[in-house]
């Protein structure tokens, strides 16, 4: 069975200082990997998917196959990056999404 | 373009009674998923629906269903509510099963 796992469940940085949510999935087959946020009051958005290899806000994710791992990253933290963020896998058929249980990141100024 | 809506946003019901919680979709989208998402287990996925037919299931009991119209609007329905069944419910849609899926709001139940 596939499983998503979120070491942090509570990661805090300075404005400005790199930051890096780790990511680890185990799924027998070839996974469809994702970044969701969530904003104080909002609904759960898309930042970022592994196929795509696209820079959202600035976070950048890389799916390392070897390691099972795909970690979000910023180089330079801001205040507004303050959220719950999820990584998600999604299998290769249909739409079922298993998400990790989240990390709160707080961005202090 | 308007995004997921669920409705209604809060419920308040007491064990034993039953509940149904709506979901519509972007427009154009046909593909529905419910998720669960509480404090001590997270997200989890509780049911697909593509054209009107469950795809997918999750490890919920059978007091859990769900059902999706021919405009693609889905509905879930939970019976004989539990104090374990209070959370969040989340409604996701996407064009196909492999698109990107958009969320709801949610509807937050709580089970007296």
């Known amino acids: 069975a596939q499983r998503v796992t979120q070491p942090e469940k509570l990661l805090s940085v300075f404005k400005g200082a790199p930051v890096e949510l780790k990511c680890n999935y185990s799924?027998?087959?070839?996974?469809?990997l994702f970044w969701y946020v969530q904003y104080s009051r909002q609904r759960l958005q898309l930042l970022l998917r592994h196929i795509s290899r696209e820079s959202i806000k600035g976070f950048t994710a890389d799916l390392n196959k070897g390691e099972t791992s795909f970690h979000l990253k910023k180089p330079f933290a801001q205040e507004e990056d303050s959220a719950m963020y999820y990584c998600?896998?999604?299998?290769?058929?249909?739409?079922?999404?298993?998400f990790g249980e989240g990390t709160q990141l707080t961005v202090n100024p | 373009k308007a995004g997921v809506t669920q409705t209604p946003r809060y419920l308040i019901k007491t064990r034993g009674q039953q509940v149904t919680l709506s979901c519509s979709p972007i427009s154009g989208h046909r593909s529905v998923s419910w998720y669960q998402q509480t404090p001590g287990q997270g997200l989890q996925f509780l049911f697909e629906?593509?054209?009107?037919?469950?795809?997918n299931k999750g490890n919920f009991p059978g007091r859990f269903s769900g059902r999706q119209f021919s405009n693609s609007r889905s509905e879930m329905n939970v019976s004989t509510l539990e104090l374990g069944d209070s959370a969040l419910y989340l409604c996701?849609?996407?064009?196909?099963?492999?698109?990107?899926?958009?969320f709801g709001a949610g509807t937050r139940l709580s089970v007296l």
């Open positions: 629906y593509f054209s009107e037919t469950q795809r």
């Open positions: 799924y027998s087959g070839s996974p469809e």
């Open positions: 996701a849609s996407s064009f196909g099963t492999i698109d990107i899926q958009y």
């Open positions: 998600a896998l999604k299998e290769t058929s249909g739409s079922r999404l298993t």
